[in-house]
């Protein structure tokens, strides 16, 4: 299967980025945006210290900048603004929807496991695992 943007949670927190700069929500995601490139950072970590997972120059390059502009560039905009309990547990809410969303459109919970398994396999195949990531690949803007 195809990396979705619809099965990335990341994607989730960026439109309710777009949602609060918009004024469409008062619900401020800058907790969740930091907790994303937290756990971006870990995991990119993790794979560079216990797996034999290495990626190309490109797609090493188009990471850091899809996560500049997914992650950092919306943290640095909401810098100046006020994390509130509600805020965090919006987030939560919006994760649980995802995780239902996943399960509907994947069918199950083992469908879920096996979409991750699918993606995280792909990544150490050095493979276009994420949806921005792929596109490029599939436009042949990068190879």
Not at 16 to 24: I, K, M, R, T
Not at 105 to 123: A, F, M, P, T, W
Not at 131 to 141: A, D, E, F, Q, V
Request: one cysteine or more; hydrophobic letters at 55%; proline letters at 3%.
């Amino acid at each position: 299967m195809e990396p979705r943007f619809e099965f990335t949670f990341s994607y989730w927190i960026l439109f309710w980025f777009f949602l609060y700069y918009f004024g469409a929500t008062s619900f401020n995601p800058k907790i969740w945006l930091i907790l994303a490139l937290l756990l971006n950072i870990f995991a990119e970590i993790y794979r560079i210290i216990f797996t034999q997972w290495t990626r190309t120059w490109t797609d090493t390059i188009v990471f850091i900048i899809v996560t500049i502009f997914i992650k950092i560039i919306p943290i640095w905009v909401l810098r100046n603004t006020s994390f509130r309990m509600t805020d965090a547990f919006a987030g939560m809410v919006l994760l649980i929807v995802f995780l239902c969303w996943m399960l509907f459109r994947l069918g199950s919970i083992n469908g879920i496991i096996q979409y991750e398994k699918d993606i995280q396999h792909k990544i150490t195949e050095k493979k276009a695992a994420t949806p921005i990531i792929h596109l490029l690949h599939k436009w042949n803007i990068i190879l």
